[in-house]
């Protein structure tokens, strides 16, 4: 079962390692990550994605929350919410496929961030499971390089808020 927790952490040197620390020393599995400032420069938002049956689940959310630097810890599912993962993808191309890659990226709504004349940069924001697609789509050209964000996520809005 994959989780998404949500986690405000005060923004000061060491916060991260002492959060993948709780996960490590439990052997429990980071299958993303992501941290960033919110609106308040002195708190991060740590979106981290993990999986486990619900024992480990409510586990990582207990640890979570014993943290000192740990303001709030929310927990969803991917049905509850709303994920996306930026990559950037630089591939080499030639006359022959060049056109491909331009129709794939169309197809995944991707674009093309720069261009040499050997090479592309291209940019994709969308959930993982499309993003993994993209890179299935471009295996018949040559990547050269990837760089992914992990997957940020926010619950959906509803009218009526906790």
Do not use: W
Not at 105 to 118: N, Q, R
Not at 121 to 138: G, K, N, S
């Amino acid at each position: 079962m994959k989780k998404i927790y949500s986690v405000l952490v005060e923004n000061r040197s060491g916060v991260l390692c002492k959060v993948a620390g709780l996960f490590s020393r439990r052997c429990f599995n980071i299958d993303s990550l992501a941290v960033g400032e919110t609106e308040d420069p002195a708190v991060s938002c740590m979106t981290i994605v993990s999986n486990g049956d619900e024992r480990t689940i409510e586990q990582i959310e207990k640890q979570l929350n014993k943290k000192l630097d740990v303001i709030k810890v929310k927990t969803f599912d991917e049905g509850e919410s709303i994920t996306r993962e930026l990559m950037l993808i630089k591939v080499k191309y030639n006359r022959s496929n060049r056109r491909d890659i331009m129709e794939n990226c169309d197809i995944m709504h991707a674009g093309i961030v720069d261009m040499s004349k050997h090479m592309m940069l291209i940019q994709i924001c969308d959930v993982p499971e499309r993003i993994q697609l993209f890179i299935r789509m471009l295996k018949t050209v040559s990547i050269v390089e990837v760089a992914r964000t992990g997957t940020l996520a926010l619950p959906k809005c509803r009218d009526v808020e906790h």
